[in-house]
């Protein structure tokens, strides 16, 4: 049989001596001193820590020895036996923390005066017991509570009235070793909230962010409050930049809950080209991308403004200085194509219906005039843009707005005698 290593035989020792003199190892009987903050009762790891959570709820400094588990499971007391202020609380700030004076019924220690703290009897009777690192030369001076306020709106008085457990909110708690950290997630608020639940429409966004401006707050000294990826596949990770137009197209109105318009137009205005938008060789390659309208242009740019003011620069628009030199080549088909009857799917009319936007890039509508309206306005006249049938329907179009109508048409030349 193997000799004992003599540690060992040391610890088994130390254990029977603390036996007789009435203290019990960490987690064993209520006499017994309570395990540290870090340890669990259980002997479950802590739970991993949640970015969610981490900006929301500043990371308290609970200095204190203290066992849920012990308390709650073994001894039977409820939450609101400690917790007095919560039943009545109505605002995130109050302070929930259970008095000093509370230890003292079970404890026999002494917290009236905290200039003047009597320690307690038995396994208790060390201010050591329960705050961690005090020493005796410390007298009434230990470590501080410091629980921040969380960057939300809660209230407990609300959800006590209607029956909610402490524990459904402040999962584990009972069997936590200190409890600091069992804050609730937002996935358990929306098992209550969410649609179809006990308490859907009882609560939005801003019944518990904070918010400015119509917005949610989402920056904060602890970190920047960012979706879940949960929430409309909208997680703000690496990738995110490169899939965020997806996310905004299938509803716009949840990235609104945080952003502003700036926010887009910091990118994309038009003036700031990031590579990651367009790439470097974009000048050669948008005529593609635009005639196809993906990525949709307008949601960027105006035509009229930016797609057409570039097309002059360059002589490519039909009303620049060399547009119409012949050293510079045709954009589009040849004319028997693109101009002249019979009317094709290739004819400038049929691609005007399908995407008029690409017209607009390089053309105004003086351009369109100058073959369409009649001689006193200006045009050549007698090439009517109208399908075959449409003097037929034109009189409906003319009482519905005229406007349209006498941009091409003259009332003085009796152009639109038929369709009075």
């Known amino acids: 049989m193997p000799h004992a290593r003599p540690e060992s035989v040391l610890l088994v020792v130390a254990c029977a001596i603390a036996t007789l003199l009435g203290f019990s190892p960490a987690g064993a009987e209520p006499g017994g001193a309570p395990p540290r903050a870090s340890a669990s009762a259980s002997g479950a790891p802590p739970p991993p820590p949640i970015v969610e959570r981490s900006v929301l709820y500043p990371a308290p400094r609970v200095p204190l020895r203290f066992d849920h588990s012990r308390h709650a499971e073994r001894l039977g007391l409820s ?15 109050d302070s929930l923390q259970a008095p000093p004076a509370r230890c003292d019924a079970c404890h026999g220690s002494d917290h009236d005066d905290l200039a003047a703290v009597r320690p307690g009897v038995g396994p208790a009777k060390e201010c050591a017991y329960c705050h961690e690192g005090h020493r005796p030369e410390d007298g009434n001076r230990v470590a501080r509570v410091v629980v921040k306020t969380p960057h939300l709106r809660f209230d407990h008085a609300a959800h006590r009235a209607r029956g909610v457990p402490c524990a459904r909110c402040h999962a584990d708690v009972t069997t936590a070793p200190l409890g600091a ?29 904070l918010t400015e401006l119509g917005r949610l707050v989402t920056h904060f000294p602890e970190g920047d409050l960012k979706p879940l990826a949960w929430m ?13 137009r997806t996310v905004a197209a299938a509803d716009s109105a949840f990235c609104a809950t945080c952003h502003s318009e700036r926010d887009c137009t910091d ?42 003011s570039c097309h002059q620069r360059v002589g490519l628009a039909f009303s620049s200085p060399t547009g119409a030199a012949a050293e510079r080549g045709r954009f589009h088909p040849p004319k028997a194509v693109w101009t002249d009857a019979p009317r094709t799917p290739q004819h400038h009319s049929w691609e005007a219906e399908r995407n008029v936007a690409a017209c607009v890039s390089c053309h105004t509508e003086r351009d369109c005039a100058l073959c369409h309206a009649t001689a006193t306005r200006g045009g050549r006249g007698g090439l009517s843009p109208h399908p075959a049938g449409f003097e037929s329907s034109c009189r409906t179009a003319l009482a519905k707005n005229g406007r349209p109508c006498l941009y091409c048409h003259d009332e003085a030349d009796g152009s639109l005698a038929r369709c009075r």
């Open 79 to 93: 939450c609101a036996y400690c917790h007095t202020a919560a039943a009545t609380s109505r605002r995130a700030a």
């Open 232 to 244: 409309h596949d909208a997680e703000h990770g690496p990738d995110f930049i490169l899939r965020h």
């Open 181 to 209: 950290d069992r804050f609730p997630a937002m996935a358990t608020c929306l098992e209550c909230h969410r649609a179809g639940g006990t308490a859907a429409g009882r609560a939005t966004c801003d019944t518990c962010h």
């Open 267 to 308: 990118c994309h205005d038009g003036r700031v080209r990031p590579r990651s938008v367009h790439p470097n060789d974009w000048l050669g390659l948008h005529p593609v991308a635009a005639r196809q309208n993906d990525p949709p242009c307008t949601s960027c740019h105006r035509e009229q403004s930016f797609c057409l």
